[in-house]
Nanobody, 126 residues
Framework: QVQLVESGGGLVQSGASLRLSCAAS????????LAWFRQAPGKEREFVAV????????YYADSVKGRFTISRDNAKNTVYLQMNSLKPEDTAVYYC???????????????????WGQGTQVTVSS
C-alpha cells in the first residue's frame, strides 16, 4: 500500500502562487508516476501534471502549461506542484495520485492510478 497526503492548498487572489506537496509513504516503486489531478464542483476530475519519479520527466495539461511546475524530492518522498499565475479557473480540489508503472500513453487516465490522496482545496478569487 502507498499512502499519499496532500497539503499546501489555500485561498489566494488571481496572479498569486501556491506550492502543493504530496508526501508518499509505504510501498513505493522506482519508476512510478506521480500525478496531480483536480476537480471543481460539478466537473470531472481532470489531469493536471505528472512526473516520472525516476527520470523527472514531466508532462502537463495544456491549461496549466507554462504556469505550473511539477517536481519531486526523492529524499523526502514528496512531489510538489508549484502553481504560479493562478486564475479563478484553477479553483478545485487538487489530488495527487500514484501509478506503480509510468506509461506515457496512459498517464492522463484516472483509472490508471491505484493510489490517491485525500485532496487539498485551492481557491483563487477574482
Amino acid at each position: 500500500q502507498v499512502q499519499l497526503v496532500e497539503s499546501g492548498g489555500g485561498l489566494v487572489q488571481s496572479g498569486a502562487s501556491l506550492r502543493l506537496s504530496c508526501a508518499a509513504s509505504g510501498r513505493t516503486f522506482s519508476n512510478y508516476a506521480l500525478a496531480w489531478f483536480r476537480q471543481a464542483p460539478g466537473k470531472e476530475r481532470e489531469f493536471v501534471a505528472v512526473i516520472n519519479w525516476s527520470t523527472g520527466s514531466a508532462y502537463y495539461a495544456d491549461s496549466v502549461k507554462g504556469r505550473f511546475t511539477i517536481s519531486r524530492d526523492n529524499a523526502k518522498n514528496t512531489v510538489y506542484l508549484q502553481m504560479n499565475s493562478l486564475k479563478p479557473e484553477d479553483t478545485a480540489v487538487y489530488y495527487c495520485a500514484a501509478d506503480p508503472v509510468f506509461t506515457v500513453k496512459l498517464m492522463r487516465i484516472r483509472a490508471r492510478y491505484d493510489y490517491w490522496g485525500q485532496g487539498t482545496q485551492v481557491t483563487v478569487s477574482s
